[in-house]
């Protein structure tokens, strides 16, 4: 008997706005695409190829649809360090907290990626305009999990 089994990453974003007083001022979840260049570099981590592991999210305001070809974000206005990132089992998940006057605009897409410019990206979504003030601040919960 012959058995198939089919690796799969998927992923999805918790964003989460937060007024100047700390209130919450918007919740958002949004599944994600992992793209091949994202699938690559999970392929290079599991026989130990030297790749700079998962360091910066960004946002930008690019609104076509992500495809699996996809290597930048259309239109990126912000990029921050990662606050954290942790593998539970066979989920990864990373946060980054975009505060007062970085990332303002009315965004409508992220990604994940492995430097401070340029680098890998492992992840890609669009979504339904997030609209961050100048004062507000925004943190991203990106969960990707291999099943």
Do not use: Q
């Not at 990864?92 to 605009?105: H, K, L, P, S």
């Amino acid at each position: 008997m012959l058995t198939k089994e089919l690796l799969k990453a998927t992923g999805c974003l918790k964003i989460d706005v937060f007024n100047p007083d700390g209130s919450l001022k918007e919740t958002r979840e949004i599944d994600n695409l992992v793209v091949t260049v994202g699938k690559d570099f999970i392929a290079s981590r599991m026989v130990g190829v030297a790749a700079n592991v998962m360091s910066h999210m960004a946002v930008g305001t690019g609104s076509t649809a992500p495809v699996v070809g996809n290597t930048t974000l259309g239109t990126e206005t912000a990029r921050v360090a990662l606050t954290s990132g942790t593998a539970s089992g066979s989920v990864a998940t990373y946060v980054a907290t975009f505060g007062a006057g970085t990332g303002t605009a009315a965004l409508t897409e992220a990604g994940i990626f492995n430097a401070a410019s340029v680098g890998t990206m492992l992840c890609r979504t669009t979504f339904a305009v997030v609209n961050k003030g100048a004062s507000d601040a925004m943190t991203i919960t990106w969960t990707v999990t291999i099943s």
